[in-house]
T-cell receptor
Framework: DGGITQSPKYLFRKEGQNVTLSCEQNLNHDAMYWYRQDPGQGLRLIYYSQIVNDFQKGDIAEGYSVSREKKESFPLTVTSAQKNPTAFYLC??????????????FGPGTRLTVL | DAKTTQPPSMDCAEGRAANLPCNHSTISGNEYVYWYRQIHSQGPQYIIH???NNETNEMASLIITEDRKSSTLILPHATLRDTAVYYC??????????????FGGGTRVLVKP
């Protein structure tokens, strides 16, 4: 099946450790996104990438880093500089490069808990 | 992108139509209205979008007022599986901005038997 996968669904890390969340899509989409969601809140954009080897900061990029070496992969690293890393992390992708492009498709999310 | 205002929560009876309002009074001419929903602990799911004409698909209908300052998402026959948070998003189709989505608090819809 085509879609977006994020693994693992639940992730636990000790404070001060960097952790990398994976996001893979086989939809042949050019654009990919990372969002963070805190309990009872909407989604906030961390980073996005419109094409391979290019990415831009979103609204809350501090303490995070990304890479886009392959079209199908957009891993997110939560660094020790992120003050409150415990959250639900969602990856999305979007197809097409035209101005009026398609909707974003979301992965199932990874719930990160920093102990 | 224009800001949207939605009621924080609403209840709906199973089998009845659910009408979800959204205000976007500062919407500009090139901004689309998008609706997503998020079932608990899952990723958001696209529902429908429109510019100025009413739209319908297999999931819902979208009614946009003539002045485009508000819209209503209609779930014609709500089921228990429609219980979710529904997000109304107004977005400019601007490639320079990466077609980002800005999510607000949404409306928490509870469908009751």
């Amino acid at each position: 099946d085509g879609g977006i996968t994020q693994s693992p669904k639940y992730l636990f890390r000790k404070e001060g450790q960097n952790v990398t969340l994976s996001c893979e899509q086989n939809l042949n989409h050019d654009a990919m996104y990372w969002y963070r969601q805190d309990p009872g809140q909407g989604l906030r954009l961390i980073y996005y990438s419109q094409i391979v080897n290019d990415f831009q900061k979103g609204d809350i990029a501090e303490g995070y880093s990304v890479s886009r070496e392959k079209k199908e992969s957009f891993p997110l690293t939560v660094t020790s500089a992120q003050k409150n890393p415990t959250a639900f992390y969602l990856c999305a992708s979007r197809g097409g490069t035209g101005t009026y492009s398609n909707e974003q498709f979301f992965g199932p999310g990874t719930r990160l808990t920093v102990l | 992108d224009a800001k949207t205002t939605q009621p924080p929560s609403m209840d709906c009876a199973e089998g009845r139509a659910a009408n979800l309002p959204c205000n976007h009074s500062t919407i500009s001419g090139n901004e689309y209205v998008y609706w997503y929903r998020q079932i608990h602990s899952q990723g958001p799911q696209y529902i429908i979008h429109g510019l100025k004409n009413n739209e319908t698909n297999e999931m819902a209908s979208l009614i946009i007022t003539e002045d485009r300052k508000s819209s209503t998402l209609i779930l014609p026959h709500a089921t228990l599986r429609d219980t979710a948070v529904y997000y109304c998003i107004v977005r400019v189709a601007n490639m320079a901005a990466g077609n980002k989505l800005t999510f607000g608090g949404g409306t928490r819809v509870l469908v009751k038997p």
